[in-house]
Every structure is written in structure tokens, then in C-alpha cells.
């Protein structure tokens, strides 16, 4: 495994303990995918993978731009987004935003069938009120490890 493999292990594991215990992303996490990104390409490209770095960056950033402006992903996505999408490029970006949107998607419906399945036990077992705090935890989806996971397959060695 090279640097690039290590760096995206990091990055996403970090990432993904974060959102799965404070569905947040701390900003450190995609500031260091933008910094191993950025070494990562200058170290392979030399002068030339600063443009690869930050193409990837801009490109990682407005891929899910949309979502983030519907109000259905949060900003730490987007720039966790933009960090691995310094590591990885433009090229490999474009696939791993593609994995991120199909795991992202299974998530979502073993969410949806994961509600349905708690709220019709609760409502047989005398719906108990939750704080609020457990309210939005309920109602978010935490997207780090679908991008975390699609990061990850894009850099599987193809052939």
C-alpha cells in the first residue's frame, strides 16, 4: 500500500468515528485529506500535482455542492468531500463520488426501513419521548462512511 491508501485510512476512519459519535465532522479531518492530499500529488507529480491537488479539491468540493444547498448533507461532507478529492484527483474523484452516491443511497433505505421498523415498536409499546438532541440524531443520516467507503473502492486497484 502506498501513502495515498494510508492517508485515505486514516482520513476516512477519523472521519467516520466522528460522524458516528457526534454526526459531525471535526475540521481537522478534511484539512488533513487537503494537506496528505496536496504532499501526496506533489510528492508524485512534483509543481504539477498542486494543480491535480486543488482541481481535485474544487471538483471534490461541488460535487454534492447541491445536496449541501437542499439542505439534505452537511458541510462537513462537503469538505471532507474536497479533501479526499485533493488525494485523489479529478479522475479518481468522479468514481468515488459515484461509490459515495450508491452506498449513500443503501444507507438511506436501511435507514428508512429501520424507522419504520422502531416506529411501529414504539407505537406498540407506548411511543416514549425523546429529547431533542435524540430527535435530530434520529432524523440525520451520518455520510461520512458511505464517502469514506467510496474513497476507499475508488482506490482498489483495477485489472
Known amino acids: 500500500m502506498n501513502a495515498q ?69 452537511g458541510g462537513g461532507d462537503i469538505k471532507l468531500m474536497a479533501g479526499f478529492g485533493s488525494l485523489l484527483g479529478a479522475s479518481l474523484l468522479l468514481e468515488a463520488a459515484l461509490w459515495t452516491a450508491a452506498i449513500g443511497g443503501l444507507m438511506a433505505l436501511g435507514a428508512i426501513a429501520w424507522r419504520g421498523m422502531f416506529n411501529s415498536t414504539a407505537k406498540r409499546l407506548g411511543d416514549v419521548a425523546a429529547t431533542p438532541e435524540e430527535q435530530e440524531r434520529a432524523a440525520t443520516i451520518p455520510y461520512a462512511p458511505a464517502i469514506t467507503l467510496g474513497v476507499w473502492l475508488a482506490l482498489v486497484p483495477k485489472g
Do not use: K
Open 5 to 73: 491508501v494510508w492517508i485515505a485510512i486514516g482520513v476516512g476512519v477519523a472521519a467516520t468515528v466522528d460522524d458516528l459519535a457526534r454526526r459531525h465532522i471535526a475540521n481537522w479531518i478534511p484539512a488533513a485529506a487537503l494537506a496528505g492530499g496536496l504532499g501526496w500529488q506533489v510528492g508524485r507529480a512534483g509543481w504539477h500535482g498542486v494543480l491535480t491537488a486543488l482541481g481535485g479539491a474544487v471538483l471534490g468540493f461541488c460535487v454534492f455542492l447541491i445536496f449541501y444547498l437542499m439542505g439534505g448533507m
